[in-house]
T-cell receptor, first 110, second 113 residues
Framework: KQEVTQIPAALSVPEGENLVLNCSFT??????LQWFRQDPGKGLTSLLL???SQREQTSGRLNASLDKSSGRSTLYIAASQPGDSATYLC?????????WGAGTKLIIKP | DAGITQSPRHKVTETGTPVTLRCHQT?????MYWYRQDPGHGLRLIHY???????DKGEVSDGYSVSRSKTEDFLLTLESATSSQTSVYFC????????????FGSGTRLTVV
């Protein structure tokens, strides 16, 4: 059974730092992996989608990598800003299902 | 979110009463999903639909039913609400089963007292 884990559950860093969020999965047979952002009291917004044949995707200050063999994905945020404060979730497409991690709550301190 | 709306946004109901949540999309996407989100559990799939009148159970379907009579509407019904169903409910739509083009609604906060 595919399991998705995000560590740490919460992270607080000063503004301007580069940071990495981690997502691990137990079964390497995946179709894709996505990163979402959720602001308090709001829905989820898709950030990046990596297909299984890809190694990384970039959008602005965000870069997501995928290593299927090790069952890991990272979301790199460059030059963090207070507006990046949110919960970040990864979700894996696997075995005709979408399996969600519990998220990492990120706080960027001004 | 553009293209998908949920109603109501907030609801308080009593234990034992039926409750229906509505999800409406204007994107003409084939796939629609109902999730619940609880602290410590992340997002859990309740039911999903892959076409008009085509639905299937997700991970936590007990106590819930769904209907999809039109492409644009996906209804979630709690037959007899219980306190354990207090949660935030999200509807999502996607172009494919793999989740590409996934869009979420803003959520419905349901409290069962």
């Amino acid at each position: 059974k595919q399991e998705v884990t995000q560590i740490p559950a919460a992270l607080s860093v000063p503004e301007g730092e580069n940071l990495v969020l981690n997502c691990s999965f137990t079964d390497s047979a995946i179709y894709n992996l996505q990163w979402f952002r959720q602001d308090p009291g709001k829905g989820l917004t898709s950030l990046l989608l990596i297909q299984s044949s890809q190694r990384e995707q970039t959008s602005g200050r965000l870069n997501a990598s995928l290593d299927k063999s090790s069952g890991r994905s990272t979301l790199y945020i460059a030059a963090s800003q207070p507006g990046d404060s949110a919960t970040y979730l990864c979700v894996v497409g696997s075995n005709y299902q979408l399996i969600w991690g519990a998220g990492t709550k990120l706080i960027i301190k001004p | 979110d553009a293209g998908i709306t949920q109603s109501p946004r907030h609801k308080v109901t009593e234990t034992g009463t039926p409750v229906t949540l509505r999800c409406h999309q204007t994107e003409n996407h084939r796939y629609m999903y109902w999730y619940r989100q609880d602290p410590g559990h992340g997002l859990r799939l309740i039911h999903y639909s892959y076409g008009v009148k085509d639905t299937d159970k997700g991970e936590v379907s007990d106590g819930y039913s769904v209907s999809r009579s039109k492409t644009e509407d996906f209804l979630l019904t709690l037959e007899s609400a219980t306190s354990s169903q207090t949660s935030v409910y999200f509807c999502a739509i996607s172009e494919s089963w793999s989740g590409s083009g996934y869009t979420f609604g803003s959520g419905t906060r349901l409290t069962v007292v």
